[in-house]
Every structure is written in C-alpha cells, then in structure tokens.
C-alpha cells in the first residue's frame, strides 16, 4: 500500500519530520541505509580493555547549540519542543561551562551568558565597543528565518560593521567551524542563526550525549505510529511526468508515496533522480574533517568546554592543502559540562580540517600511518594548550573524511552538505523535497527544526485531499 | 456543540501544544498572539488538531479567523454542529 511520505534519513532532520507527519495521521517511512539511526549526528562503541565493558563514543555532536533555561520563550530550541510535544527535562541538559576563543595575540572566552563575551571583547578591543553593539543588534533584527533569502556574503557585511580584522576573525572561526559549507566565507543567514545559536543562546549536552536525543526521537516517532526501516538503502528516486511517486531499494524492492522527503543532501538526491529533472547537478561542498577521540585515564585540569584554537591572526576556513591543516583546531573537552561526574576517564577530541581527495587516494597502510600522524599531532596540540594535563593516554581514534562518507552517505564526506542550499526544501521534481543540511538551517536544532518547517509547509499544509 | 463548548475545544487543544501558558488569564477579545507565546507553526497545530480530533477543516484563507477566542469561537460554532 502506498504511503503518504518516505522519509530518506533517520537522522535529526528525518526523525522531527517523520514525527510531524505521523502526528497528523499520515502514513509515513523513514528508510535509513544504516543498522542504528543518526546519519551525521550518531554514535559508536569500543571495547574497553582496561576496565571491560564497552566505552561509548558520539560523532558530529560536540554540543548541542541553542541553550535555553527551561520556561524560555520564542526561540527556537523552545518551538522545536511544542512541535515535537517534548519536554525541556527530557533532554537533561548540561549547560557549558565556558568556552575559548584562543588566537596568537588574544584568547576570547564566551558562555551561554552573552555579557561574557561582550566584557571579553570590551576589555581585549576596547576600541570596537560600539560596533560589537552594533552587529549583535544587526543580529538580533535579522530575520534568519525567512525561507525566500538568497546567498549574502558574510564577510562583505561584516566589514561594514567591525573595523578591527582580529575581531572579525575571531568572531568568524567557531561560526564557519560549526556550520559553513563555504570556504572562508559564509551566508549571511546562516551567519545569524550560528551568532545567536553559539553565542546568544550557547551550548550544553544532553546527558548520555546524542543517543538520548535519538532516543527521544525515535520513541516519540513510534508513539504517533511511524515507521523506521533499518539497513534500507535507497538507489533511485522514482519519477512519473515530471513527479516523484517512490523510491527503489538497493534490494530491488519499490516503495510508493506521495511525498518524498530526502535529508540525504541535495547533490545526493540529484543523483538518485533520472537525467533531465535537475538542471544542473547541484555542487558538493569541500568542507570536511578529521576528528581524533582519545580517552585518558582522569578529567582534564582545564575547565573548557571547547576550544576554538588558530594559531595565525587570520582564520583559514577551507579544504587542507596536504591531508590536514593543524593550523587550526576545535578542542572538545565533553567532560567539561556543568553538573557532571569528576571522577573516571577523560575524553578530548580534536577536530582538524581535512581535504577529501587526499584520503580517498590512500592505500590502505599508508592510511593507518597518515592517521597515526594526525593522531600525533593531536595529542601535541592537546600538550600545548593544557600544559598541566599530565594523564595517560588509553584509547585513541581517529574518523577521516572516508569514515564520514562511508557512514554519512554525504558525498567527498562533505559535513555541512552542498554549497547550493534549497532554503524552501523545494526542488525541480514535484513532490521531492529536501530537509536537513542542504535546506540550510544549522546544527541538531536547525536540523529539527528543517525537518519541521519542511514537513509542515509540504506535508501538512496542502489543501486536505 | 455550544459555543462554551467550541471555546472549551479551544482551550483543550491549546493547552496541549502549548503546556506552559496560563490560560486562566486569557482574554477572548484579544490576539491570542499577544497574550500567548504562539507562532505561526503552532497555528498551524490548532488547525491540525480541529482537523484531527473534530473533523473540522479550516482553509488557509481562514487562518486569520483563528486570531482571537472569540473569533475563533464564531467562526467554529457553525462547524460544529
């Protein structure tokens, strides 16, 4: 029998739109191509030799973004909840404790308090006083939200605004690390829903990490009577004049629906489309990453969050000239969140800027040692911004951009999807549209959030049949 | 149904998608935007929900007849008969 909509994707964006429609009664499947759900936001485990038992790891979460107390009103981590019907305590969120902006000439710390940040940039460039109040009212006044935006270029804005370049750098590095698909520049938009996501509203982790948000998802998904289908990998999108009716399984078997919703990314869906619906075929972005985990045997010493480390005066935000670029890193310290345990092991991962082509080309013993270096360098860089962390290293990991395409499905393992971006999920098949990454909001909330708005503009709001 | 019950179908379903708001203040002559913390997204779930729990559809073109309690109380009653 035929479905009102399949869903391709259990991730953020798939799972939030899957429980909008079955909400309302329609007749959904999320086809997802792996055995656990998540797509760039999901998890693994590693047994633990020292102590038995397993170690849990997660992947692409750092921190959930848009931090809100609970009772807060009108933003967009609080819409998402009434959309869902959850509660803000079932997420049990760990707020940050701070995090660091760290650059050569000046380090720049910020919290889930504005006023943080604000005294930070008034005593270290007391001289753009006025134009920090400036941008964070330009800001606060954009309307990030409307769907009929095209691109702006962040950086031409922002120079009309903030005079001093260390500033703009600054401010620029953990908004482009956290949710750009361009190189060294960003959409304006998008620009404004990070500046309030990390900055306005700030970071926190859910406790157990992104296996409770799944959970969460997942449960409210099987309340309202949807369906998810594991290990169901999605070869083409079927099409009849010009319409999308289904989808073919890599297994041969034919789904049919009404609407087809596609978080695999834009470029990824064009491809499973027959030739001549897609114009041209939407370009696939160059942004992606290398990621060491490493667990040692106690917490660390400094209290972090998340370090957002460059070590030049200008932030290079593009594709690594030669395998991995350690000139900037993110340091994720996931033990630094408030109310926590102190005791037991701790965890750093350190985040690199890759270039996909590079380890795509590798045999597979220069792959192992190519990891190893990074691994290395890593662990130096850990060494040099906590000189006082003196723990012993138990387990290393290190996911490159082949890990993330193979268990992402993004192609060249691009993180924040295709440079062309469908702000209103539509594409050129009827029927077919896109949520998540490629739709173009930002981080797990926006990923919810699109599969939300997506779901709702498309699947709810046509004239009832 | 009368239009204390319309009113009390209204309320019920804002409560539900909404939870944290106090409706005991609710004034019927004024938006219910001004008074609630309600977007367009959780319009749309009232109509949702009219849909689902009272077979009652309300057309796009409608919508702005839901501004108030007591606009949407004269505009359902006769639905919901």
Same mark, same amino acid.
């Given at each position: 029998?035929?479905?009102?909509?399949?869903?391709?994707?259990?991730?953020?964006?798939?799972?939030?739109?899957?429980?909008?429609?079955?909400?309302?009664?329609?007749?959904?499947?999320?086809?997802?191509?792996?055995?656990?759900?998540?797509?760039?936001?999901?998890?693994?485990?590693?047994?633990?030799?020292?102590?038995?038992?397993?170690?849990?790891?997660?992947?692409?979460?750092?921190?959930?973004?848009?931090?809100?107390?609970?009772?807060?009103?009108?933003?967009?981590?609080?819409?998402?909840?009434?959309?869902?019907?959850?509660?803000?305590?079932?997420?049990?969120?760990?707020?940050?404790?701070?995090?660091?902006i760290?650059?050569?000439?000046?380090?720049?710390?910020?919290?889930?308090?504005?006023?943080?940040?604000?005294?930070?940039?008034?005593?270290?460039?007391?001289?753009?006083?006025?134009?920090?109040?400036?941008?964070?009212?330009?800001?606060?006044?954009?309307?990030?939200?409307?769907?009929?935006?095209?691109?702006?270029?962040?950086?031409?804005?922002?120079?009309?605004?903030?005079?001093?370049?260390?500033?703009?750098e600054m401010?620029l590095a953990p908004l482009l690390i956290?949710?750009?698909?361009?190189?060294?520049?960003?959409?304006?938009?998008?620009?404004?829903?990070?500046?309030?996501?990390?900055?306005?509203?700030?970071?926190?982790?859910?406790?157990?990490?992104?296996?409770?948000?799944?959970?969460?998802?997942?449960?409210?998904?099987?309340?309202?009577?949807?369906?998810?289908?594991?290990?169901?990998?999605?070869?083409?999108?079927?099409?009849?004049?010009?319409?999308?009716?289904?989808?073919?399984?890599?297994?041969?078997?034919?789904?049919?629906?009404?609407?087809?919703?596609?978080?695999?990314?834009?470029?990824?869906?064009?491809?499973?489309?027959?030739?001549?619906?897609?114009?041209?075929?939407?370009?696939?972005?160059?942004?992606?990453?290398?990621?060491?985990?490493?667990?040692?045997?106690?917490?660390?010493?400094?209290?972090?969050?998340?370090?957002f480390?460059n070590?030049?005066?200008?932030y290079?935000?593009?594709?690594?000239?030669?395998?991995?670029?350690?000139?900037s890193?993110?340091?994720?310290?996931?033990?630094?969140?408030?109310?926590?345990?102190?005791?037991?092991?701790?965890?750093?991962?350190?985040?690199?800027?890759?270039?996909?082509?590079?380890?795509?080309?590798?045999?597979?013993?220069?792959?192992?040692?190519?990891?190893?270096?990074?691994?290395?360098?890593?662990?130096?860089?850990?060494?040099?911004?906590?000189?006082?962390?003196?723990?012993?290293?138990?387990?290393?990991?290190?996911?490159?951009?082949?890990?993330?395409?193979?268990?992402?499905?993004?192609?060249?393992?691009?993180?924040?999807?295709?440079?062309?971006?469908?702000?209103?999920?539509?594409?050129?098949?009827?029927?077919?549209?896109?949520?998540?990454?490629?739709?173009?909001?930002?981080?797990?909330?926006?990923?919810?959030?699109?599969?939300?708005?997506?779901?709702?503009?498309?699947?709810?709001?046509?004239?009832?049949? | 149904?009368?239009?204390?019950?319309?009113?009390?179908?209204?309320?019920?379903?804002?409560?539900?998608?909404?939870?944290? $708001?106090?409706?005991?203040?609710? =004034?019927? @002559? &004024?938006?219910?935007?001004?008074?609630?913390? %309600?977007?367009? +997204?959780?319009?749309?779930?009232?109509?949702? $929900?009219?849909?689902?729990?009272? =077979?009652? @559809? &309300?057309?796009?073109?409608?919508?702005?007849? %839901?501004?108030? +309690?007591?606009?949407?109380?004269?505009?359902?009653?006769?639905?919901?008969?």
């Open positions: 029998m035929a479905h009102d909509a399949i869903i391709i994707g259990a991730g953020m964006s798939g799972l939030a739109a899957g429980i909008r429609l079955a909400m309302f009664g329609k007749k959904v499947v999320i086809l997802e191509k792996h055995s656990i759900p998540g797509g760039l936001n999901s998890y693994y485990q590693r047994r633990n030799f020292e102590e038995g038992g397993v170690r849990p790891f997660d992947v692409g979460l750092h921190a959930l973004t848009n931090f809100i107390k609970k009772g807060e009103k009108g933003k967009p981590f609080s819409k998402l909840l009434k959309q869902l019907r959850l509660s803000w305590d079932d997420f049990k969120l760990h707020p940050q404790t701070h995090s660091v760290h650059f050569p000439e000046a380090q720049l710390k910020f919290s889930n308090d504005f006023e943080l940040l604000e005294s930070e940039v008034h005593q270290r460039f007391p001289h753009q006083k006025d134009a920090f109040a400036k941008l964070a009212t330009v800001v606060r006044e954009f309307n990030e939200l409307d769907l009929s935006l095209g691109y702006q270029s962040t950086r031409a804005k922002l120079a009309t605004v903030i005079a001093d370049p260390l500033l703009l401010l956290y949710g750009s698909a361009w190189e060294d520049d960003m959409d304006f938009a998008q620009f404004v829903i990070m500046f309030k996501s990390l900055y306005f509203e700030g970071f926190a982790r859910p406790e157990g990490g992104v296996r409770r948000i799944l959970k969460l998802l997942i449960d409210k998904y099987a309340e309202n009577g949807g369906e998810l289908r594991y290990r169901s990998s999605v070869a083409r999108i079927l099409t009849e004049n010009g319409k999308a009716v289904g989808v073919k399984l890599d297994n041969g078997e034919e789904l049919r629906a009404t609407h087809i919703f596609s978080s695999i990314g834009l470029p990824e869906t064009a491809m499973r489309v027959d030739e001549g619906h897609f114009a041209t075929q939407p370009r696939v972005g160059k942004m992606t990453f290398l990621e060491s985990i490493f667990v040692f045997d106690k917490k660390p010493t400094d209290d972090a969050t998340i370090v480390y070590n030049a005066s200008t290079a935000y593009r594709p690594a000239t030669h395998y991995y670029d350690s000139a890193a993110v340091v994720c310290l996931p033990d630094n969140y408030e109310r926590q345990n102190t005791a037991g092991e701790g965890t750093v991962r350190v985040t690199y800027m890759a270039n996909y082509r590079q380890w795509a080309d590798l045999v597979r013993t220069d792959y192992d040692a190519k990891k190893d270096e990074v691994a290395e360098s890593a662990k130096a860089l850990i060494k040099k911004i906590f000189p006082t962390y003196d723990a012993h290293l138990r387990f290393t990991d290190v996911f490159s951009p082949t890990t993330i395409e193979r268990y992402t499905w993004h192609k060249d393992g691009t993180v924040y999807g295709s440079i062309d971006k469908t702000r209103d999920g539509r594409t050129p098949v009827e029927n077919l549209f896109i949520i998540g990454t490629d739709q173009g909001f930002l981080g797990i909330i926006g990923a919810m959030l699109s599969g939300i708005s997506m779901a709702n503009l498309h699947g709810l709001m046509e004239a009832p049949q | 149904m009368n239009q204390e019950q319309v009113r009390q179908v209204v309320l019920n379903i804002i409560s539900d998608i909404a939870p944290d $708001e106090d409706m005991t203040v609710l =004034k019927d @002559e &004024v938006s219910l935007r001004e008074q609630l913390d %309600l977007d367009s +997204m959780d319009f749309l779930d009232i109509v949702m $929900e009219l849909r689902k729990r009272h =077979k009652v @559809e &309300v057309p796009a073109e409608d919508y702005p007849k %839901l501004a108030t +309690m007591a606009s949407c109380v004269s505009y359902l009653t006769p639905k919901m008969q």
